[in-house]
Nanobody
Framework: QVRLVESGGGLVQAGGSLRLSCTAS????????MGWYRQAPGKQRELVAG???????KYGDSVLGRFTISRDNAKNTVYLQMNSLKPEDTAVYYC?????????????WGQGTQVTVSS
């Protein structure tokens, strides 16, 4: 079982940047496909970005070109660099293990990290 802890959220103005981190415990982490997901109030949770153990990436249409997912297997950490943030990016952001190629989340959800973008 992989345990995941998200961090790095906060309040930022539109156009600003944040970097989220997701640190995992568990020896199988480096082989796991990982995803960042978000859930805004009143909306369903959606995939933001995913990355395979080999570094193949996938992005949601709304963040393509603005967000970058990466991983450092030596640190058991997945990152989400978010640039050119918009108010509609406001949500709780979660990371999770994921199934490939669907990126359907496959593990337990952590507490998430709140991202709030002001206009």
């Amino acid at each position: 079982q992989v345990r995941l802890v998200e961090s790095g959220g906060g309040l930022v103005q539109a156009g600003g940047s944040l970097r989220l981190s997701c640190t995992a415990s568990g020896s199988a982490y480096s082989f796991s496909t990982m995803g960042w997901y978000r859930q805004a109030p009143g909306k369903q949770r959606e995939l933001v970005a995913g990355i395979t153990g080999g570094g193949r990436t996938k992005y949601g249409d709304s963040v393509l070109g603005r967000f970058t997912i990466s991983r450092d297997n030596a640190k058991n950490t997945v990152y989400l660099q978010m640039n050119s943030l918009k108010p509609e990016d406001t949500a709780v952001y979660y990371c999770n293990t994921a199934l490939f190629p669907s990126y359907f989340p496959s593990g337990s959800w952590g507490q998430g990290t709140q991202v709030t973008v002001s206009s």
